[in-house]
């Protein structure tokens, strides 16, 4: 179920989402002086700022640009508003992750009106979260789904976790018992330990042909903590959200591949299963 639910909201998490509408920008004017442009920028720690005469936006300024000036309005300053820097409000998020480092703002276009604005720090907002967290839901399923396909006892991957981890998978497994759930050990592996017993399986590894052999899985299961977590931070600085957007393409690059490993897994399980057919001479 989780893949469903990643591929719906995919489809429906728009910019329109995350951004920041029109009546809450704070904005400036062509003679607004540099000095109290950049002042109200470190202030609200923004990066750029909106330019309007009149109720039109006529462009955008942004810090760094101004960090360079001295005494002067910001007209000189002022850059204009370009396709490049224009998203239609159903713009899915997932469609403009990969660029918003590299552009790290645009303003949202209803029709032809600009109705808002998102930068970077937007991506650290509930509906990223989300989509991040049914990512990492999809990636458990289908980790675990291998490991089931490959060998079902729970003692062969019990095997491969250390004491400590081997005692909290039978904890979770004892109090989902008591709860009524009719579930077997490996369905309580978690992330961390589906990936730790699934890199001792040399042959796995080799079945599912990931280029890292998932040794980087470390860093994706911090990730996905920090994610379940809405107090703490996943994308509040520049650098972060590079390091998120490399993250979410090594999760879709690892879900491909294990979608790749469980297809082969079956095919072979369905053959072997079928009866060999003998030759009539």
């Known amino acids: 179920m989780p893949e469903v639910f990643y591929r719906e909201l995919t489809r429906r998490a728009t910019?329109?989402?995350?951004?920041?509408?029109?009546s809450r920008f704070r904005t400036c004017t062509p003679d607004s002086t540099v000095e109290e442009t950049l002042a109200t920028m470190?202030?609200?720690?923004?990066?750029?700022m909106p330019v309007t005469e009149g109720a039109e936006i006529?462009?955008?300024v942004l810090r760094d640009d101004l960090k360079k000036a001295h005494g002067e309005s910001v007209k000189p300053f002022t850059r204009p508003v370009s396709l490049e820097n224009l998203r239609s409000c159903n713009t899915t998020i997932v469609t403009v992750l990969s660029r918003i480092v590299q552009d790290r703002f645009f303003f949202v276009l209803y029709g032809s009106e600009i109705v808002g604005l998102v930068t970077y720090a937007d991506f650290d907002k509930r509906p990223v979260r989300v989509l991040l967290y049914l990512l990492f839901s999809n990636m458990e399923s289908s980790l675990l789904r291998l490991m089931k396909e490959y060998d079902a006892d729970v003692s062969h991957w019990l095997q491969h976790l250390n004491a400590n981890q081997r005692r909290e998978v039978k904890g979770w497994h004892k109090r989902r018992k008591e709860e009524?759930?009719?579930l077997d050990e490996l369905d309580c592996f978690s992330l961390s330990h589906a990936f730790t017993a699934v890199i001792k399986e040399p042959k796995l590894l080799d079945e599912i042909g990931d280029q890292h052999r998932l040794g980087d899985f470390e860093g994706?299961?911090?990730l996905r903590n920090k994610v379940s977590h809405s107090g703490l931070d996943v994308a509040a600085r520049l650098d972060q959200l590079d390091q998120l957007i490399g993250s979410k393409r090594r999760l879709l690059e690892i879900q491909d591949?294990?979608?790749n490993a469980l297809r082969g897994l079956t095919q072979q399980h369905l053959e072997s299963?079928?009866?060999k057919k003998t030759e009539i001479s």
């Not at 910019?15 to 029109?22: A, F, N, S």
Request: proline share 7%; glycine share 6%.
């Open 273 to 275: 299963q079928q009866p």
């Open 58 to 60: 006529v462009g955008y």
């Open 180 to 182: 009524g759930m009719e």
């Open 257 to 259: 591949e294990l979608d």
């Open 220 to 222: 994706l299961v911090d």
């Open 42 to 48: 470190r202030k609200d720690d923004y990066d750029q």
């Open 15 to 22: 910019v329109r989402d995350i951004m920041t509408p029109r």
